[in-house]
């Protein structure tokens, strides 16, 4: 089981294109990204846990429920979501590229990312199609770079490993960077894989693993309305087809986990203004679900990532967080320290301070990657949490995002 | 009833003092606060719900137990909390306090707010309380300045109204800028009142108000572990005491209500970096939690505060928030508005985005006060939340807090 090149072209099987049709003014950036399966494939995803939904979250749960899809469709630029039409524009993305690749409208699976309650324009997406459809081809480059918002990098990653003797591959890329801190998904996700598997293992395999990947990031403690993770599989690699638990399904599974976590590591670290990622392990909490909490309330902490931003090794804030968390946990048991390339530093035992040297926590905290490590007293359970530092930048972006 | 000058002193048999002990290191900064009731009072204290509890609320909540204080004690730039020796140091104040007060250590109410986890040192203020006693007077300010941290304002507030035909007085000072985000009480807010009030009513009055009022502020989301409001009442000005429920309790409550609503107005509006003071005001919820829970989630969003220091009408983002809020609503109902002393401005009815005026908008949102109106057709309860922009200035203080 390896990393390798490509993204969502990785699979066999699967051709992918990205254009810019219009719908951002801004010329030089791709707004419209198809990803299609040259055979038929079986589906799932999963959906922002936001009330407020984007439309075409909802036309893409109704096309799903038969289990298969043949096309993933996706605009920049707008996120058609709070206005008046919103499912008919979706279901018109739908159509057209039914028209154009040939497949049923309900094979689609369509999202869309950016304001939010401003009318979508279908124009310059029906006018867009054909071109679109004509471009398709095995480089999957083009397509993560359109469904880019405020991202400053493409995020896509490919892994291949075995099923039954046959090279398998899941390919995938995402877009995410503001607005991020998702419940159930993350902001868009699309994935391939040539593996045979059945839809409802897919949606197995996809509902455990985001429950640790891409719900635990978090760069601003917003919850989009328009996340989303999707996967198709085409079955194209030849193993005998996943359709229950056991060692093949352990396998797809764990291949599945090194890309999302991969694509999550990328989002964490390309949040909106963002200079640094920041990883918050605990360790021996007495649930799960405290361990969770506990990492994501000290990511979450505007208080702490500013300290993180600035390379003051303020630990106090991270104890603060801990204690609103909301987790069960005794706080006079907690350890912590800091970790990164230059190296790691003890900061607290026992819930109180012990002395360290300023100098070497500078050191190992202007790194690019920080490790915040937490030791509690209470059981068996750990939890991997991230975000990034707040930063100017992040206020700069965010104060004039529209304009 | 209205508002008057002066803070805590304001009320009859009360004094206060506060001096540079040594604490901060810049010698322009007070960093001890005490406030001294010249009779016997009741008194009652809210605190923080964060597990991590600074040692001093420990201490104070044990002081409480009888119902009864005569002063107040608080050091900046020093939170003593998770240190080992923390609830020593604590009782040290309570003891120095006494000492020079003449009164019993158990009647002292003790604060302490700055830097979490490093060692408060009892030197500087054991050598201090001489001074400090020395230096009571019926001027509340200086009092009202030593509790100050990152606050740009000191904030003080007194109002009068009538008991039985007593002119009675409720006098209140707060400090809170960062980690504000309370849940039970907010950073520290010390009252006083002339009024006779038993204990009992007394907590019940404080706990009733902070759910509207300091439970409904946010400048970060971040829950400090030291938040405690604290009120001594020494029957001063004359009324038959209060025991019970009735009219004589609800004029107190309406009186209180003055002070703490005020305090909360200053406290957001002076919150780290902020240029802004934000009010949500939700109505038409199904229940109270709900609109309380909506109220804060816009005004806790990190995207909907950017967009407010852009003055930019991106009111996406606080339909994104009512829908994460976990509140039981139906979003296709939802109405939003802007309004500041510049006029208001219809953006969204029904769920949908409706046309308006860029220009009128950014002219309404480049006041200093920017109300945000939201109708839910949900029901009848009502609330109200209050907090702030999100500003370089905030990233700039927390990058560098302890420097």
Request: with cysteine.
């Amino acid at each position: 089981m390896k990393k390798i090149n490509g993204g969502v072209t990785a699979p066999q099987g699967f051709k992918a294109a990205g254009i810019h049709c219009g719908i951002r003014k801004n010329k030089t950036k791709k707004d419209l990204a198809l990803i299609l399966s040259e055979y038929p494939a079986t589906a799932a995803a999963v959906y922002t846990q936001n009330l407020v939904k984007g439309a075409p979250l909802t036309v893409t749960k109704n096309n799903l429920q038969n289990g298969t899809a043949r096309a993933m469709i996706c605009n920049s630029g707008n996120a058609n979501t709070c206005n008046a039409n919103g499912i008919e524009i979706a279901e018109k993305m739908c159509a057209l590229v039914a028209e154009y690749c040939a497949i049923a409208a309900d094979d689609v699976i369509v999202a869309s990312t950016g304001v939010i309650g401003e009318p979508l324009d279908i124009t310059p997406i029906a006018e867009g199609l054909p071109k679109l459809a004509a471009e398709l081809s095995y480089d999957g480059e083009p397509a993560a770079e359109a469904i880019m918002t405020t991202d400053t990098v493409k995020k896509e990653i490919a892994v291949e490993f075995e099923l039954d003797g046959k090279l398998c591959k899941i390919g995938g890329i995402a877009k995410g960077s503001g607005m991020i801190h998702p419940n159930m998904a993350t902001m868009l996700v699309f994935l391939t894989t040539d593996a045979a598997i059945s839809a409802e293992m897919l949606q197995k395999a996809i509902s455990e693993d985001v429950k640790d990947t891409f719900n635990m990031i978090s760069v601003d403690g917003d919850t989009s309305t328009n996340d989303m993770l999707s996967i198709m599989a085409n079955g194209q690699c030849g193993n005998a087809e996943i359709v229950a638990e056991g060692e093949a399904f352990d396998t797809f599974k764990k291949a599945l986990n090194l890309v999302t976590d991969d694509l999550c590591r990328k989002i964490a670290a390309d949040g909106e203004g963002a200079t640094k990622l920041l990883e918050c392990e605990v360790h021996g909490a007495a649930t799960k679900d405290d361990a969770r909490k506990i990492a994501k309330a000290v990511v979450c902490s505007s208080l702490f990532k500013s300290a993180m931003f600035g390379a003051d090794a303020n630990w106090g804030r991270a104890l603060c967080a801990i204690g609103y968390s909301g987790a069960n946990v005794d706080i006079n048991k907690v350890d912590l320290d800091f970790a990164s390339a230059a190296g790691s530093i003890a900061l607290c035992r026992d819930g109180a301070g012990v002395p360290f040297s300023e100098e070497e926590a500078k050191k190992i905290l202007s790194e690019k990657e920080i490790n915040i490590i937490i030791k509690l007293g209470d059981g068996e359970a750990s939890a991997i949490a991230r975000g990034c530092d707040l930063t100017y930048k992040y206020v700069k972006i965010n104060g004039d995002y529209r304009s």
